[in-house]
């Protein structure tokens, strides 16, 4: 009868110095609270502003399409294969006027396997943008820019 006594004792004083200190590692309600999470992102996050597409080649024609609240700036570009995709009018200079005039870039991203060539209307692609009457108020010109050449609209 001493020994089973003996062996219950020692459990209680074992578990009752688990509980004394709330950050003993004898306790198990501390094994897994305290964990540091290590991560392999930058401490600052992902950089997400870098935006890999390219200048359209050739911008064919540009229009700009008065409505009410604005503007519509529409741009048609001729890319030189087939399957170009991610089409977009980028505002140069947080859209703000640079010497009065609006600069847009024609930019859109790449196939992503071998593409054929076909014909010219199967390689043209169209963006547009609404512009505010709030950003037109300083603006004379109107620009889009493609790799090789670029289009404008005077107001």
Same mark, same amino acid.
């Given at each position: 009868?001493?020994?089973?006594?003996?062996?219950?004792?020692?459990?209680?004083?074992?578990?009752?110095?688990?509980?004394?200190?709330?950050?003993?590692?004898?306790?198990?309600?501390?094994?897994?609270?305290?964990?540091?999470?290590?991560?392999?992102?930058?401490?600052?996050?992902?950089?997400?502003?870098?935006?890999?597409?390219? &200048?359209? #080649? +050739?911008?064919? =024609? $540009?229009? !700009?399409?008065?409505?009410?609240?604005?503007?519509? /700036?529409? *741009?048609?570009?001729?890319?030189?294969?087939?399957?170009?995709?991610?089409?977009? &009018?980028? #505002? +140069?200079?947080? =859209? $703000?006027? !640079?010497?009065?005039?609006?600069?847009?870039?024609? /930019?859109? *991203?790449?196939?992503?396997?071998?593409?054929?060539?076909?014909?010219?209307?199967?390689?043209?692609?169209?963006?547009?943008?609404?512009?505010?009457?709030?950003?037109?108020?300083?603006?004379?010109?109107?620009?889009?820019?493609?790799?090789?050449?670029?289009?404008?609209?005077?107001?």
């Amino acid at each position: 009868m001493q020994k089973p006594a003996l062996a219950a004792l020692v459990m209680v004083l074992a578990l009752g110095a688990c509980g004394g200190s709330g950050w003993s590692r004898l306790n198990p309600m501390t094994w897994f609270s305290d964990d540091e999470v290590e991560t392999l992102a930058p401490a600052n996050g992902w950089e997400t502003s870098t935006d890999r597409r390219a &200048l359209v #080649p +050739v911008v064919r =024609e $540009m229009e !700009v399409l008065r409505v009410p609240e604005g503007a519509i /700036v529409r *741009a048609t570009g001729v890319t030189a294969t087939q399957g170009w995709w991610d089409v977009e &009018l980028r #505002p +140069v200079n947080d =859209e $703000m006027p !640079v010497d009065g005039a609006l600069i847009y870039e024609f /930019v859109l *991203a790449g196939p992503r396997d071998a593409q054929g060539t076909g014909t010219e209307q199967s390689r043209t692609v169209t963006a547009g943008v609404k512009v505010s009457n709030f950003t037109l108020a300083g603006v004379r010109r109107i620009v889009v820019r493609g790799a090789q050449n670029a289009q404008s609209v005077r107001r």
